[in-house]
């Protein structure tokens, strides 16, 4: 099933969770091979939990592995967990195993945040300078990412900002380090701003933990305090929802 849920939003559900992750590999190679033509290099930012991790594996494997210009590729996260970068609970560790240490990736191209910095706070701090320097953004602007790949928690949180949490009013820093009670622990996250300004969002969602989220997200009411993923409407950019079938399952039909 695929359809709009507004001129900008398009919903796909896909049968089972290989499908999703092969859409969404479609997906980044598309925009790769369009921002590539249009700006001679495409920057992606990343999501981490369970989810994506089929698509990321499917990037390394042909034919997606032989038919990407990895060197012109430039990868971010869109956020981190306060921990070590070879911790098991990193965004960056998923994603450097399942994909990013099997395709000829230069090392530079590589931008993680660094969560084994001791003071979240710092780590903020720093990716937001890594992004200014990197982008050659003035005072002001912010980075315009190719292809911004976020997930939704059950609680309708997306990358890290939480619910009733504070940190999706943030309007002039790139990256902030929210305290985040329900799980004790710091995040270091990209702020709407930044998110908002992407060419294209894609959103996976996977497993029927998520339908309920998903939605209340996409065809409840307005509750962005709730539901900061609500929040997440590019400005000037598209939105797909790559779901398999559980995640999509209580979607009313359109």
């Not at 395709?103 to 200014?132: F, M, W």
Request: charge should be neutral; proline fraction near 7%; glycine fraction near 8%.
């Amino acid at each position: 099933m695929t359809g709009p849920v507004s001129p900008r939003v398009v919903v796909k559900v896909l049968p089972d969770q290989s499908a999703l992750g092969r859409a969404a590999a479609d997906e980044f190679r598309r925009c790769g091979r369009e921002a590539v033509a249009a700006r001679g290099r495409f920057t992606v930012a990343l999501s981490g939990g369970a989810t994506p991790r089929k698509m990321y594996e499917m990037l390394a494997e042909p034919p997606y592995r032989d038919t990407i210009a990895w060197g012109d590729v430039h990868v971010f996260w869109g956020d981190e967990r306060h921990v070590p970068p070879g911790n098991s609970d990193s965004n960056f560790q998923m994603a450097y195993a399942a994909w990013l240490s099997r395709v000829p990736l230069p090392p530079a191209n590589i931008h993680r945040i660094k969560g084994e910095v001791s003071d979240a706070r710092a780590a903020a701090d720093d990716y937001e300078l890594t992004l200014r320097e990197f982008f050659r953004l003035e005072a002001g602007e912010v980075p315009r990412f190719d292809l911004l790949l976020l997930g939704i928690g059950r609680d309708g949180h997306t990358a890290s900002l939480f619910p009733h949490n504070g940190a999706q009013h943030e309007a002039s820093r790139l990256v902030v380090a929210p305290w985040v009670e329900k799980i004790s622990a710091y995040r270091i996250t990209l702020t709407l701003p930044v998110l908002n300004a992407a060419a294209s969002v894609a959103f996976l969602a996977s497993g029927p933990d998520k339908a309920k989220a998903v939605r209340a997200v996409l065809q409840g009411k307005s509750q962005p305090e709730r539901l900061p993923a609500q929040l997440v409407r590019p400005s000037s950019g598209s939105v797909t929802w790559f779901l398999d079938r559980d995640a999509g399952s209580l979607l009313e039909d359109r």
